[in-house]
């Protein structure tokens, strides 16, 4: 499956010619995809919030008897015609699908970074091409003033070195020599015969990398009042070839705080009758901590997840305003009990 959803990514790249286009129209057909077990969830979740104010009735009077509180509760849900899993069930199965979908972004991602590895070893006197997006120099790279535009080392470290030789075998003979003779020059070697040669190889490459003056060039601080400032627990440099503005990172709350207010049960808000004191405190810390985790996974993250991210919010916030209307327009229909009635006393 991540194959194939790969194999979307490329597809729509090769239609696009962008990859930052390219993830926001991926990000767009699978949140599409996935709209059905999204309407199928917000549909669950309103019928158990429609039931809220029985079930806590029922909660504190058979408080003591939990065998019998189960029984009522279960009268109560077929009554009602709800189940309790109506709302998880579809949201759970999306899991799955979204995970298969980061594994695909993450592959072409790693495949991406590796090849502008190479071709700064190729080239090591030439910034290479990037692939920018709108305000981003390098969508691989985090969208920040602190991040460089060169491909991040402790990321590159972590990449599987069968990407590193998938990348490898697809050079020009020509390309593969000239890679070769590059690792030897400092003493190493490229075989993907095996992982720990694979591995082994993979670090020979990053350490040519570092060496070329076209890498060391993108490093530079924009002066050395500005290099490996400490602030509090954070520790940063401001480059002359910077990535981006921040802008992402700042969509990204933005939009988590948008979300919040759509889907307040995801962001742990009910209604105030409903919530005790440390519940309504617990709600009030989620509404805090969700828009900084979204900033610090952007901050930390390329900006191609970044974009993933911000979409993905933007995207679920149109269908979110768009499931609720339909739902209201269904629950605020006239029922046919009523209408037989009013036409029964006619």
């Known amino acids: ?51 809220s104010a029985q079930t806590a009735v029922l909660q504190k009077k058979y408080a003591n008897d939990r065998d019998k509180l189960n029984r009522k509760m279960s009268e109560l849900y077929k009554k009602e015609g709800v189940s309790p899993l109506s709302g998880c069930v579809p ?17 072409m991602t790693n495949e991406q970074m590796v090849k502008q590895v190479f071709a700064y070893i190729l080239n090591p006197n030439v ?10 120099k390098n969508i691989w790279v985090a969208d920040s003033v602190f991040a460089s535009i060169a491909p991040d080392l402790n990321s590159l470290r972590v990449v599987d070195y069968n990407i590193w030789k998938d990348m490898f075998n697809l050079l020009s003979e020509t390309d593969q020599a000239a890679l070769i003779s590059a690792v030897q020059a400092v003493g190493g070697t490229i075989d993907f015969t095996t992982k720990e040669l694979g591995q082994a190889s993979a670090g020979y490459l990053i350490q040519v990398l570092q060496g070329t003056a076209a890498y060391q060039n993108a490093l530079t601080p924009i002066s050395s009042t500005w290099q490996n400032v400490n602030v509090l627990f954070f520790n940063f440099t401001i480059y002359q070839q910077y990535n981006g503005l921040l802008i992402l990172p700042a969509l990204a709350a933005i939009t988590q705080l948008l979300m919040n207010k759509l889907n307040p049960a995801q962001a742990g808000q009910t209604e105030p009758q409903q919530q005790n004191a440390q519940g309504q405190s617990t ?31 933007v995207v679920m916030g149109a269908t979110t305003i768009i ?20 036409g029964s006393v006619r």
């Open 1 to 51: 499956m991540t194959a194939f959803f790969e194999s979307i990514l490329n597809g729509i790249f090769s239609v696009v010619h962008n990859y930052g286009w390219t993830i926001v129209l991926f990000t767009v057909l699978v949140r599409v995809l996935l709209l059905p077990l999204d309407y199928r969830s917000r549909k669950g979740m309103r019928k158990m919030t429609a039931i």
């Open 91 to 107: 949201m759970l199965l999306q899991w799955p699908i979204l995970f298969i979908m980061f594994a695909a972004m993450r592959a």
């Open 127 to 136: 910034l290479p091409q990037m692939d920018s997006w709108l305000w981003i």
């Open 323 to 342: 499931i609720n209307k339909i739902l209201d327009k269904r629950d605020n229909a006239p029922k046919k009990s009523d209408v037989s009635a009013e």
């Open 283 to 313: 709600a009030k810390f989620m509404q805090v901590f969700f828009p900084l985790l979204s900033v610090y996974f952007c901050l930390i993250s390329n900006a191609g997840f970044a974009i993933y991210w911000v979409t993905s919010n």
